[in-house]
C-alpha cells in the first residue's frame, strides 16, 4: 500500500484531490474528522477546561470549537495554539498511527491517503511514502476561503499558523496544479493515480 499525503496552502483544493484519489480506490483519512473527534473525549474536554475554562463549552457540555479557534489562533496569544497542540496533537497521532496500521492489513486498496492541513508541522508527513502538494495561487485560495465565511484576517491568521506554503512544496514528492478548471485537476489526479499505481 501507499501511504500519499496531501499537502498544500489553505484552500488549495486539498479535499477534492482525496476525494477524486477515493473515487479512484484509494482510502483516505481525514486529520480533521480525527481532531473533531478528539475533542470529545473525555480526557481532552478536561484538559482544554482546565486550561480556558467554561468559556470554550456549549451547553451540551461539549467543545464549542468556534470559540476555542478565536483564542488559539489569535495572533496576539501565540502560546495558546501550542498549548491545544499539546493536548491534542499527541491523540491525533496515534489515531492516524493505528489506522494506518489496520489499512497495511488491507491488500485490496492500493492507497491510503492521508489529508492533515498541519502534517509538516506535526511530523506526521514520515509516515508517509509520497507528498502530492496541490498548488494554488492565494488569490484563488483566498477566494475559496470567503465561500466558508472567512475574511482575508481570518485567512491570513490560520495560514500563518501552518507551515509555509513554500516549504511543503518544497518536500513534495508530486505537484498537482490547482490554477484551472475542475476537470482539468481531476485530470491531472488521474494521470497521478496511473502513475504511482497502475503503472507500478
Not at 115 to 142: N, Q, S, T, Y
Request: aromatic fraction near 4%; include cysteine.
Amino acid at each position: 500500500m501507499i501511504i500519499t499525503g496531501i499537502i498544500g496552502g489553505i484552500a488549495s483544493g486539498k479535499s477534492i484531490v482525496s476525494e477524486t484519489l477515493r473515487l479512484h480506490g484509494a482510502s483516505v483519512l481525514d486529520a480533521d474528522r480525527i481532531g473533531h473527534q478528539v475533542l470529545l473525549t473525555d480526557d481532552v474536554k478536561q484538559q482544554v477546561r482546565a486550561r480556558w475554562g467554561d468559556r470554550v463549552f456549549g451547553d451540551d457540555g461539549e467543545i464549542h470549537r468556534r470559540q476555542l479557534a478565536e483564542i488559539v489562533f489569535n495572533p496576539d496569544c501565540p502560546d495558546e495554539l501550542q498549548e491545544l497542540e499539546k493536548i491534542t496533537h499527541p491523540l491525533i497521532g496515534q489515531r492516524i498511527r493505528e489506522q494506518i496500521d489496520r489499512a497495511k492489513t488491507d491488500n485490496r486498496c492500493p492507497m491510503l491517503v492521508l489529508d492533515a492541513p498541519v502534517m509538516i508541522k506535526a511530523g506526521w508527513h514520515r509516515k508517509c511514502d509520497l507528498l502530492l502538494f496541490v498548488d494554488c495561487p492565494r488569490e484563488r485560495r483566498l477566494e475559496y476561503a470567503r465561500h466558508r465565511g472567512w475574511d482575508e484576517k481570518t485567512f491570513d491568521q490560520r495560514e500563518a499558523c501552518q507551515t509555509p506554503v513554500e516549504t511543503k512544496r518544497s518536500l513534495a514528492t508530486h505537484v498537482i496544479n490547482n490554477r484551472g478548471t475542475l476537470a482539468e485537476l481531476r485530470r491531472q489526479v488521474h494521470d497521478f493515480w496511473t502513475v504511482v499505481v497502475d503503472e507500478t
